[in-house]
């Protein structure tokens, strides 16, 4: 197994030049990016069914001892993840490949290779086992990230792309100086390292350490207040980049807070960590309602559903992280499906601007459908994945004594339901428009039927997926528990990674 965790890393990589050699080859180029992005998927699963039989996979690359050398660990919450991510990036790219004929499509001759880029970024910032290889990973997918949102050269892209680069480089920069602070403190930057090593370090540094890193990974996650970035930099993306950016990068962010503030005990951290959660909830949720187009409330969405899983962290118990985990598994698919459906609305309407659209359900109904079923389940309604990973957080919250962020909660997923409404009644019902009325000089070239059929089921799967995870919500939580329980308690990930 350790082979396949060194694969999916290196492959995307090795994948992104052979691309790159066919990038005026549409087919074969197209071979290469699904064809690899298929592989990974495989390989991510049985990691998967191995991690879940047999425990962590712990990969020490050139056999260097876990203090001096790279370490990249596949437990369980990683295992995961990894899994729903790269599902998540294939459809996207199985949607990209049938809307590149139209205006709103990015360039394949660029987003194919660049995505796989962004796939070994995704990768290598799940598996690895320390701090600077996570700082390496973070700028993979920045460097790619940029690539993707502004390749198409539009004054709205290289805009927002600066506003989205400097934000993110001042997270990089204060991730290096901290990486720097840990190894002063601990003279190790390894995790399974530092679960032991900060423990026994003095309860103010501690402290700082805590801070530090929840301002670092909370600015590539956009908590409040650190989410300004975000709603300006993904609308003006292609959709099939701002789908990914949407279900993923944010999401990484997540997963890194989750990893490092469960691994070195900074439980203290808690109450600080519950207030970002609710203000993240209600700010992200306010900004939505405000909006008046698809995909900019759907960007202040992505803000608001953090707050969820930073809700589970802040509980800093088994319920609340597993929980947290089961509420990232349903986000990843559910917000890169959303936006899935926004190109199609865009495709059919040639804006998704909520003013010049009008009577899409009566014209298209099953854009209809594929809307409703992850809106509902972003509101958490039931029997949806959201209504299962929202109840599960919930029911955390009030085991745990943590009323006021309950309270916070049940009222931001009120509000979610209402600016889904607000979606529903302004695109699909009303007075129909002319589906060139959205106010741009050029019609949308509509993709061939080949490349509608692609658009639609590559849609239509994650929205599938999204459904199995209600389906499957009981193993699910299973596993999610279990790996719950190693991060909360790190004893067995540290023994697997010293050895």
Same mark, same amino acid.
């Given at each position: 197994?350790?082979?396949?965790?060194?694969?999916?890393?290196?492959?995307?990589?090795?994948?992104?030049?052979?691309? @790159? !050699?066919?990038?005026?080859?549409?087919?074969?180029?197209?071979?290469?990016?699904?064809? %690899?992005?298929?592989?990974?998927?495989?390989?991510?699963?049985?990691?998967?069914?191995?991690?879940?039989?047999?425990?962590?996979?712990?990969?020490?690359?050139?056999? !260097?001892?876990?203090?001096?050398?790279?370490?990249?660990?596949?437990?369980?919450?990683?295992?995961?993840?990894?899994?729903?991510?790269?599902?998540?990036?294939?459809?996207? +790219?199985?949607?990209?490949?049938?809307?590149?004929?139209?205006?709103?499509?990015?360039?394949?001759?660029?987003?194919?290779?660049?995505?796989?880029?962004?796939?070994?970024?995704?990768?290598?910032?799940?598996?690895?086992?320390?701090?600077?290889?996570?700082?390496?990973?973070?700028?993979?997918?920045?460097? %790619? %990230?940029?690539?993707?949102?502004?390749? /198409?050269?539009?004054?709205?892209?290289?805009?927002?792309?600066?506003?989205?680069?400097?934000?993110? @480089?001042?997270?990089?920069?204060?991730?290096?100086?901290?990486?720097?602070?840990?190894?002063?403190?601990?003279?190790?930057?390894?995790?399974?390292?530092?679960?032991?090593?900060?423990?026994?370090?003095?309860?103010? #540094? /501690?402290?700082?350490?805590?801070?530090?890193?929840?301002?670092?990974?909370?600015?590539?996650?956009?908590?409040?207040?650190?989410?300004?970035?975000?709603?300006?930099?993904?609308?003006?993306?292609?959709?099939?980049?701002?789908? #990914?950016?949407?279900?993923?990068?944010?999401?990484?962010?997540?997963?890194?807070?989750?990893?490092? /503030?469960?691994?070195?005990?900074?439980?203290?951290?808690?109450?600080?960590?519950?207030?970002?959660?609710?203000?993240?909830?209600?700010?992200?949720?306010?900004?939505?309602?405000?909006?008046?187009?698809?995909?900019?409330?759907?960007?202040?969405?992505?803000?608001?559903?953090?707050?969820?899983?930073?809700?589970?962290?802040?509980?800093?118990?088994?319920?609340?992280?597993?929980?947290?985990?089961?509420?990232?598994?349903?986000?990843?698919?559910?917000?890169? #499906?959303?936006?899935?459906?926004?190109?199609?609305?865009?495709? +059919?309407?040639?804006? %998704?601007?909520?003013?010049? #659209?009008?009577?899409?359900?009566?014209?298209?109904?099953?854009?209809?459908?594929?809307?409703?079923?992850?809106?509902?389940?972003?509101?958490?309604?039931?029997?949806?994945?959201?209504?299962?990973?929202?109840?599960?957080?919930?029911?955390?919250?009030?085991?745990?004594?943590?009323?006021?962020?309950?309270?916070?909660?049940?009222?931001?997923?009120?509000?979610?339901?209402?600016?889904?409404?607000?979606? !529903?009644?302004?695109?699909? !019902?009303?007075?129909?428009?002319?589906?060139?009325?959205?106010?741009?000089?050029?019609?949308?070239?509509?993709?061939?039927?080949?490349?509608?059929?692609?658009?639609?089921?590559?849609?239509?799967?994650?929205?599938?997926?999204?459904?199995?995870?209600?389906?499957?919500?009981?193993?699910?939580?299973?596993?999610?528990?279990?790996?719950?329980?190693?991060?909360?308690?790190?004893?067995?990930?540290?023994?697997?990674?010293?050895?």
């Amino acid at each position: 197994m350790t082979t396949v965790v060194a694969l999916l890393i290196v492959g995307p990589l090795v994948a992104a030049m052979v691309s @790159l !050699w066919f990038r005026d080859h549409g087919f074969l180029r197209d071979v290469v990016t699904v064809g %690899s992005l298929s592989v990974l998927t495989g390989l991510a699963a049985l990691l998967l069914a191995s991690v879940e039989q047999n425990g962590p996979v712990v990969l020490r690359v050139g056999g !260097w001892d876990p203090e001096l050398g790279v370490v990249l660990v596949a437990d369980l919450f990683a295992a995961l993840i990894l899994l729903v991510a790269l599902i998540t990036i294939l459809m996207v +790219e199985i949607y990209a490949i049938g809307q590149r004929r139209t205006k709103w499509g990015a360039d394949p001759r660029v987003a194919g290779p660049i995505l796989l880029v962004l796939t070994a970024g995704v990768s290598l910032a799940i598996l690895t086992g320390d701090l600077f290889t996570l700082f390496v990973a973070f700028e993979l997918i920045l460097v %790619s %990230s940029y690539v993707l949102l502004t390749h /198409q050269g539009r004054h709205e892209q290289i805009r927002s792309g600066m506003t989205y680069v400097v934000m993110n @480089l001042l997270a990089s920069t204060l991730f290096l100086l901290g990486v720097a602070y840990v190894y002063a403190a601990t003279g190790t930057v390894n995790m399974a390292l530092l679960a032991e090593r900060i423990p026994e370090l003095g309860s103010g #540094v /501690q402290l700082g350490i805590g801070v530090w890193f929840l301002v670092v990974f909370g600015t590539k996650a956009a908590v409040f207040p650190l989410f300004s970035w975000l709603p300006d930099s993904y609308p003006t993306a292609p959709t099939t980049i701002t789908a #990914v950016f949407a279900g993923l990068l944010t999401k990484i962010g997540v997963y890194a807070l989750i990893r490092f /503030q469960t691994l070195t005990g900074m439980e203290d951290l808690g109450p600080l960590i519950l207030l970002v959660a609710g203000m993240t909830m209600l700010v992200g949720v306010a900004g939505a309602l405000a909006q008046d187009d698809v995909k900019r409330i759907l960007s202040f969405h992505i803000v608001s559903q953090i707050g969820y899983m930073l809700m589970g962290l802040g509980l800093f118990s088994v319920a609340g992280i597993a929980g947290a985990i089961l509420f990232l598994i349903h986000q990843i698919p559910i917000k890169t #499906v959303l936006f899935l459906v926004g190109g199609l609305i865009e495709e +059919e309407s040639g804006t %998704s601007a909520l003013d010049r #659209v009008g009577g899409l359900a009566a014209r298209k109904p099953i854009i209809a459908l594929l809307f409703a079923l992850p809106a509902l389940s972003l509101a958490g309604l039931p029997p949806f994945s959201g209504f299962v990973a929202k109840l599960a957080l919930v029911d955390a919250g009030v085991a745990g004594g943590a009323t006021a962020i309950v309270v916070v909660a049940l009222v931001g997923s009120a509000l979610t339901l209402l600016s889904m409404a607000k979606i !529903w009644l302004g695109v699909f !019902w009303g007075t129909p428009v002319a589906a060139t009325a959205g106010g741009s000089d050029e019609p949308p070239t509509a993709p061939d039927g080949h490349g509608l059929r692609l658009m639609f089921g590559a849609t239509g799967i994650v929205v599938g997926v999204t459904l199995a995870i209600a389906v499957l919500a009981g193993p699910l939580w299973d596993m999610s528990e279990r790996a719950a329980e190693d991060l909360v308690d790190p004893t067995n990930y540290v023994g697997e990674v010293l050895g």
